[in-house]
Structure formats: C-alpha cells, structure tokens
C-alpha cells in the first residue's frame, strides 16, 4: 500500500458560493498531478455533487453549517472525502472504518441533490459512502485512468 505523498484539507461554510472554491482547488490539484481534461472535469463533478448533497442536506437553513474536504494526493491517484458537520479528518483512520455495503439513508440524500451518487460512481473510480456523525463520501481517481472493478460501498453506523 503506498503511502499518502501530500495531504491537504480545506474547511469552508458549508453554502453553494464555496463550491466553486472547491472546483478551483481540484483544478489545480489535478492538473498538477497530470490528469487529462476529461478526467479533471468527471473529478470536479464528483466532487462537487458531494460537496452539494452536503450544502442542501446537511444543515437546516438557520444552521451555520461547515463542510471538510480531504484530498489525499498519491503518485498514482488521488482520494477525496467531503464531509458535512464540519470535522477534520483522521484520512488513514477514516479511510480504515469505511465498511462493507449495506442500504442507507445516504442514498436516498444523495439522489435528491440531482443525479448524485449515480453520477459519482460513473465518474470516479471507487467510491465509499457512510452516515456515521454526518455524511462522508470518499472517492478515488486512478491516475492511469484503468478502473478498480469499480467498486462503491454505503455504510450506516449507529452514532455513539
């Protein structure tokens, strides 16, 4: 297992005017790590459906809310989890309790924020989803554009 090269986080509102920083973000990210456009815009798609889902699901509208992005940056491929409830991430940890499959409320959230997680599954390579303390989607995108047996799994916890 290679080991993260560089690991970067951003916490922003959790509003629809920041998702564009997010894009800008990933723009830059992934031209510099040598993805093609094509790949470049199916990653800032995925990424940004995550990132909506957060800003219209997650809080009430007098809530304050703050989304987390992680991008987890490798020789090889690039990982991104977008969590709402503002939570910094442990990546290897969070990565680590990412479950098996099994039905959730997740899918149903992600859905009504458009064509949502069927959206990120087609574009990105693996993707994880769980509901533990707030939403987190983990995505991944192979640098060599070959698909992992293109694999998704949804867990839902039970909050301690």
Known sequence: MKQVMDYIEMK??????YVGVIRLTLSGITSRMGYTYEEIEDI????SEACTNAVQH??????????????G???????????DY?????????????????KSSTVDQLVEGGLGLYLIETLMDE?????????TVFMVKHL???RDNHDTTISSHEAN
Do not use: C, W
């Open 12 to 17: 922003i509102p959790a509003k629809p005017e």
């Open 127 to 135: 993707v994880h989803v769980t509901n533990t303390s707030g939403v």
């Open 86 to 102: 503002g939570k910094s991430f442990n990546f290897a940890k969070t990565k680590q309790e990412l479950g098996p499959y099994t």
């Open 144 to 146: 060599s554009g070959e």
């Open 44 to 47: 800032k798609i995925a990424v």
């Open 73 to 83: 940056i490798y020789e090889d491929k690039l990982e991104v989890m977008v969590a």
């Open 58 to 71: 997650a809080y009430r509208e007098d809530e304050a809310g703050e989304m987390v992005v992680g991008f």
